[in-house]
């Protein structure tokens, strides 16, 4: 099946309607679209929170005081977790965000928006022509732009 969007030309400044062979789905699965917007946002997250582990604090190896004589409860370092300037015991660190999501559902959910978008009638092509300095032709690139 073939539509017909508006096509703005950058270069003269006009509006013409240009014919694309694009088969516009009915049935929107809401579900498929939130499921795909949901992994692409996950992916994109970053994981900064860390706290170092008594094993990656500087500081000495030695024990702080005697193992016996001293009245005092034993300890073997002073980067343990209960002393001030010592490691955490259970921090954050180390968390991967992924979550993949199979190309047959990406290109689905592509497809259910671009649909959803030419029924309401806001979608139109960006074309501009672009000067390629190797061997001096033209090279004509489209855009989808949504409103």
């Not at 005081?65 to 490691?87: D, E, M, Y």
Request: charged share 25%.
């Amino acid at each position: 099946m073939s539509i017909k969007l508006d096509t703005y030309n950058t270069a003269d400044n006009k509006v013409t309607k240009s014919q694309f062979n694009f088969e516009v789905i009915e049935d929107i699965n809401i579900g498929l679209l939130h499921q795909v917007v949901k992994s692409n946002r996950t992916n994109y997250r970053n994981n900064t929170a860390s706290v170092k582990t008594r094993s990656q604090v500087s500081g000495t190896g030695a024990k702080p005081w005697a193992q016996k004589g001293t009245g005092r409860a034993r300890q073997g370092s002073l980067r343990s977790p209960q002393f001030v300037g010592g490691g955490i015991a259970h921090g954050p660190g180390g968390r991967v965000y992924l979550d993949r999501t199979p190309k047959k559902m990406k290109k689905k959910s592509l497809n259910m928006a671009i649909s959803q978008r030419i029924k309401e009638e806001a979608l139109f092509v960006n074309e501009k022509e672009i000067i390629k300095y190797g061997n001096f032709s033209k090279d004509k690139r489209r855009s989808l732009i949504c409103n």
